[in-house]
T-cell receptor, first 112, second 110 residues
Framework: DVKVTQSSRYLVKRTGEKVFLECVQD?????MFWYRQDPGLGLRLIYF???????EKGDIPEGYSVSREKKERFSLILESASTNQTSMYLC???????????FGPGTRLTVL | EDQVTQSPEALRLQEGESSSLNCSYT??????LFWYRQDPGKGPEFLFT???AGEEKEKERLKATLTKKESFLHITAPKPEDSATYLC???????????FGTGTKLQVIP
């Protein structure tokens, strides 16, 4: 079974702090994704990566950056956290462009 | 722009009362339609992938079907443990992006 893990289940940060969310997958998947999920808005794609050191913007990249230095690890960075970034953050991976994505357990981030 | 609409937003069933969830989509060149189950506070769990109209997939009490405009998730004789939010998503064209619907929240009452 594919396993996707995220570094924290719950995180509380202050406005202006730099925040790192980490995601690791153990199935040698090429593609990795970061989403945020908000009530009534569904899952929205922030960034994705189709290879090491490669990244592409999703629908809502503003205020975020990513890093993929190793194939199994994909990090989401909030350079200066703001209250409107309070959300559930979900990481996912997929084997290739065609197949389904597998999700991690999520990180509930609260920015005060 | 790709669009995915799920209905109803919420559904309450008695245990054993079969029903269907709907996922309507508007995309250019469907490459795959995915169903996920999400429990509160957790990440979505993959259920099915459908690729072409007429295709059907089954897993326990769940059966997913696909037409050229919509997909249905049929739930037969549901149990309380089937209570969850069910998400539909589509991938279109050659692009990596997957578009998600906002989900149907299912509650099955004993």
């Amino acid at each position: 079974d594919v396993k996707v893990t995220q570094s924290s289940r719950y995180l509380v940060k202050r406005t202006g702090e730099k925040v790192f969310l980490e995601c690791v997958q153990d199935m040698d998947h090429e593609n990795m994704f970061w989403y945020r999920q908000d009530p009534g808005l569904g899952l929205r794609l922030i960034y994705f990566s189709y290879d090491v050191k490669m990244k592409e913007k999703g629908d809502i990249p503003e205020g975020y950056s990513v890093s993929r230095e190793k194939k199994e690890r994909f990090s989401l960075i909030l350079e200066s956290a703001s209250t409107n970034q309070t959300s559930m953050y979900l990481c996912a991976s997929s084997r290739d462009r065609v197949n389904e994505q597998f999700f991690g357990p999520g990180t509930r981030l609260t920015v005060l | 722009e790709d669009q995915v609409t799920q209905s109803p937003e919420a559904l309450r069933l008695q245990e054993g009362e079969s029903s269907s969830l709907n996922c309507s989509y508007t995309v250019s060149g469907l490459r795959g339609l995915f169903w996920y189950r999400q429990d509160p506070g957790k990440g979505p769990e993959f259920l099915f992938t459908l690729y072409s109209a007429g295709e059907e997939k089954e897993k326990e009490r769940l059966k997913a079907t696909l037409t050229k405009k919509e997909s249905f998730l049929h739930i037969t004789a549901p149990k309380p443990e089937d209570s969850a939010t069910y998400l539909c998503a589509v991938r279109a064209g050659g692009y990596q992006k997957v578009t998600f619907g906002t989900g149907t929240k299912l509650q099955v009452i004993p």
